[in-house]
Each structure stands twice: as structure tokens, then as C-alpha cells.
């Protein structure tokens, strides 16, 4: 399994923007579908983005179209996810996910979380109202 580690949370004002990444270990980082999940205290986690592995086809939930943008760099192997007007609903921890599972005619973003089976130990994002 591929190992990852997030950065890029932070504390930021409604409206504001951060630049979350997530570094790999491993040399087949272009083999796995990445995707971003966050879960905020007393809630569920939820999928956000996720991008396959040639970056070909993005997905998205729909609290996030137009605001967040996920990419990936696979020489660098770190996956991305900007997120831009943040709002003090989007406070959570994020967390980046791998997975090398294949669900044909299913959105990624569809996807159970249990299909994912590396996961990084998570990055607090605050947006202050």
C-alpha cells in the first residue's frame, strides 16, 4: 500500500483560500485513484474530490463545485485539492485517500469509503466566520 501524508490546513477567514497536499510513498503513485474526504466533529466522512490516476476525469461533491480543485502531479507523487471561498461549514479534518479498486460505471466520488485503502493521518482546515 502506498503511504501518504497531508499538509496545507490551516486557520483561514470565510472567503479565504488554502492549498492542501498529500505526498506518496511508493513508485506506482500513477496507478491509484486519489481522493480527498473530510470529516467534521459529531459528523460523518464524507468524499469531497477524487481524480484518477492520469488526472483524466475529476469528480466532485456538490458542496464544493466551483470552489475546490483537485490535481495531481504523479512525477512528484502528491495529489492536491485547492480550496477556494472557504466558509466556516467546510471546518473539518481532510484527509487524503488512495485506492487501486475499480468500480466501472460509478463515479469515483460514489465510491465507499472502504474502497480506499490507504489513508493519511488528516489535516485540520478552520474557516472562521
Known amino acids: 500500500q502506498v503511504q501518504l501524508v497531508e499538509s496545507g490546513g490551516g486557520l483561514v477567514q470565510t472567503g479565504g483560500s488554502l492549498r492542501l497536499s498529500c505526498a506518496a510513498s511508493?513508485?506506482?503513485?500513477?496507478?491509484?485513484?486519489m481522493g480527498w474526504f473530510r470529516q467534521a466533529p459529531g459528523k460523518e466522512r464524507e468524499g469531497i474530490s477524487c481524480i484518477d490516476g492520469s488526472s483524466s476525469t475529476t469528480h466532485y461533491a456538490d458542496f464544493v463545485k466551483g470552489r475546490f480543485i483537485i490535481s495531481r502531479d504523479n512525477v512528484q507523487k502528491t495529489a492536491y485539492l485547492q480550496m477556494n471561498d472557504l466558509r466556516p461549514e467546510d471546518t473539518a479534518v481532510y484527509y487524503c485517500a488512495a485506492t487501486l479498486t475499480r468500480r466501472v460505471g460509478r463515479p469515483c466520488i460514489r465510491w465507499p469509503t472502504t474502497d480506499f485503502g490507504s489513508w493519511g493521518q488528516g489535516t485540520q482546515v478552520t474557516v472562521a466566520s
Open positions: 511508493g513508485r506506482t503513485f500513477s496507478t491509484y485513484v
